[in-house]
């Protein structure tokens, strides 16, 4: 196994960027998830009152003017400040700055799933009611998926490959794999990649209340989000960004970088049955996990950790731990799983990079972040979700799930470099 590693081109992770309803900064976020904190709270954006549903998780407390212009701020949609932020913050924690990325052989990835909906839906709203010569000049370009990877790009003199992935809660960790893999190759020797997304806009809560699959828990926010939990029903919605900077590993080691991990192993995989179903038999996700366990050259009883996907639904919290079981056969009753979600909702495309960065803090800390409100425990469940509280642990290896609407399967295999 050792041999084959050392085969090929590293890719470690050298800085954190974080843009989280429960904080900005990495910090903040970790401090928040290891204290158990839920940042769902009731929409404050907009009037929700004639809303079936009104809690999510905002980013609250942003101000773009900390992290750009005035000009770019009023030309960019949130879900490209979100990811503007978190790509400044993560440059800054990996002991670079954005002018020493231009002798850099360097490429950005991006997840993101919906864009600038939040503008598209303002621009809309202004066509309609004051007419076409009422419409910024620069909306066709503010709210098209491709502009946080843009700005981000241009920010930091970007001069590889620019890439937007679009595959909905996959999408960051999508884009880790890809990033990954151009590091391997040798293509690029750095990344600046993540995910970002800022869904929390009337049209899109509306039709996310139509379909019925969110958390109805309106009176009591923090509690929605249930994982595992017997009366979990929904999810919750929210945004932010998550970014990372993954290096080759001789390429960080030789400017002396911090290493919080490496990259071992990606896959993706699809369920193939239908846009708004899930595979109950948890096919696809068991292929995803087994097949980045077998690139990282592990086997099952050598992760020490999961971050589950379980963002609180009912049949798609089941079927992943009918996966995990099918995967770890026994062992999958010893090994610790638990999601984040319960304290940070469902923030699509940045939710594996979120799941990723919280494992890799963990095994900084030798702490495993909790499964908050967990009260009830459902039978079909009945795994070890790190109930209520974070544990103590060493982790040296980690397993990251996120599943998407479309059956969209993604895992993600990092350790701990000693």
């Given at each position: 196994?050792?041999?084959?590693?050392?085969?090929?081109?590293?890719?470690?992770?050298?800085?954190?960027?974080?843009?989280?309803?429960?904080?900005?900064?990495?910090?903040?976020?970790?401090?928040?998830?290891?204290?158990?904190?839920?940042?769902?709270?009731?929409?404050?954006?907009?009037?929700?009152?004639?809303?079936?549903?009104?809690?999510?998780?905002?980013?609250?407390?942003?101000?773009?003017?900390?992290?750009?212009?005035?000009?770019?701020?009023?030309?960019?949609?949130?879900?490209?400040?979100?990811?503007?932020?978190?790509?400044?913050?993560?440059?800054?924690?990996?002991?670079?700055?954005?002018?020493?990325?231009?002798?850099?052989?360097?490429?950005?990835?991006?997840?993101?799933?919906?864009?600038?909906?939040?503008?598209?839906?303002?621009?809309?709203?202004?066509?309609?009611?004051?007419?076409?010569?009422?419409?910024?000049?620069?909306?066709?370009?503010?709210?098209?998926?491709?502009?946080?990877?843009?700005?981000?790009?241009?920010?930091?003199?970007?001069?590889?490959?620019?890439?937007?992935?679009?595959?909905?809660?996959?999408?960051?960790?999508?884009?880790?794999?890809?990033?990954?893999?151009?590091?391997?190759?040798?293509?690029?020797?750095?990344?600046?990649?993540?995910?970002?997304?800022?869904?929390?806009?009337?049209?899109?809560?509306?039709?996310?209340?139509?379909?019925?699959?969110?958390?109805?828990?309106?009176?009591?926010?923090?509690?929605?989000?249930?994982?595992?939990?017997?009366?979990?029903?929904?999810w919750v919605l929210s945004e932010g960004a998550?970014?990372?900077?993954?290096?080759?590993?001789?390429?960080?080691?030789?400017?002396?970088?911090?290493?919080?991990?490496?990259?071992?192993?990606?896959?993706?995989?699809?369920?193939?049955?239908?846009?708004?179903?899930?595979?109950?038999?948890?096919?696809?996700?068991?292929?995803?996990?087994?097949?980045?366990?077998?690139?990282?050259?592990?086997?099952?009883?050598?992760?020490e950790y999961i971050s589950a996907h379980a963002?609180?639904?009912?049949?798609t919290d089941q079927v992943e731990v009918l996966?995990?079981?099918?995967?770890?056969?026994?062992?999958?009753?010893?090994?610790?799983?638990?999601?984040?979600?319960?304290?940070?909702?469902?923030?699509?495309?940045?939710?594996?990079?979120?799941?990723?960065?919280?494992?890799?803090?963990?095994?900084?800390?030798?702490?495993?972040?909790?499964?908050?409100?967990?009260?009830?425990?459902?039978?079909?469940?009945?795994?070890?979700?790190?109930?209520?509280?974070?544990?103590?642990?060493?982790?040296?290896?980690?397993?990251?799930?996120?599943?998407?609407?479309?059956?969209?399967?993604?895992?993600?295999?990092?350790?701990?470099?000693?």
């Amino acid at each position: 196994k050792e041999d084959v590693l050392t085969m090929r081109r590293r890719v470690v992770i050298t800085g954190i960027g974080v843009v989280a309803p429960n904080g900005i900064g990495k910090d903040d976020f970790w401090e928040a998830l290891v204290s158990g904190k839920s940042a769902i709270t009731k929409i404050t954006r907009f009037d929700v009152s004639s809303y079936p549903y009104q809690i999510a998780g905002e980013v609250k407390r942003f101000d773009p003017a900390d992290f750009m212009t005035r000009k770019i701020a009023k030309r960019t949609a949130l879900f490209a400040q979100f990811a503007l932020a978190a790509a400044r913050l993560a440059v800054w924690d990996c002991g670079l700055t954005p002018e020493m990325f231009c002798n850099l052989n360097a490429g950005v990835f991006l997840g993101d799933s919906i864009g600038g909906l939040d503008l598209l839906e303002e621009q809309v709203g202004i066509f309609h009611e004051k007419g076409i010569r009422r419409l910024s000049p620069f909306a066709s370009v503010m709210f098209f998926s491709h502009a946080a990877a843009s700005h981000v790009g241009i920010e930091f003199n970007i001069r590889g490959p620019a890439v937007t992935v679009s595959t909905g809660c996959p999408a960051g960790a999508n884009a880790i794999r890809l990033a990954a893999e151009e590091i391997r190759r040798g293509n690029i020797d750095i990344a600046v990649v993540g995910g970002t997304d800022a869904p929390i806009s009337p049209v899109m809560v509306a039709a996310l209340s139509a379909s019925g699959s969110l958390a109805s828990n309106n009176g009591d926010p923090e509690k929605a989000s249930r994982p595992f939990d017997r009366n979990r029903s929904g999810w919750v919605l929210s945004e932010g960004a998550g970014i990372l900077v993954l290096e080759e590993f001789r390429h960080a080691d030789s400017r002396s970088a911090n290493l919080y991990g490496e990259v071992l192993g990606c896959s993706l995989t699809n369920d193939a049955c239908g846009v708004y179903e899930i595979d109950r038999s948890g096919d696809g996700l068991y292929r995803s996990m087994k097949n980045a366990l077998s690139e990282a050259h592990l086997i099952p009883e050598e992760i020490e950790y999961i971050s589950a996907h379980a963002p609180s639904m009912v049949l798609t919290d089941q079927v992943e731990v009918l996966a995990i079981k099918r995967l770890f056969k026994e062992y999958a009753y010893r090994v610790p799983v638990s999601s984040i979600k319960s304290m940070i909702g469902q923030p699509l495309a940045a939710t594996g990079i979120f799941q990723l960065i919280a494992c890799l803090l963990g095994m900084r800390d030798r702490t495993l972040p909790p499964t908050i409100n967990y009260e009830q425990p459902d039978p079909d469940c009945d795994l070890d979700c790190v109930p209520n509280k974070a544990r103590g642990k060493t982790i040296r290896t980690a397993l990251v799930n996120t599943h998407g609407y479309g059956g969209i399967n993604c895992s993600v295999v990092v350790g701990k470099i000693a």
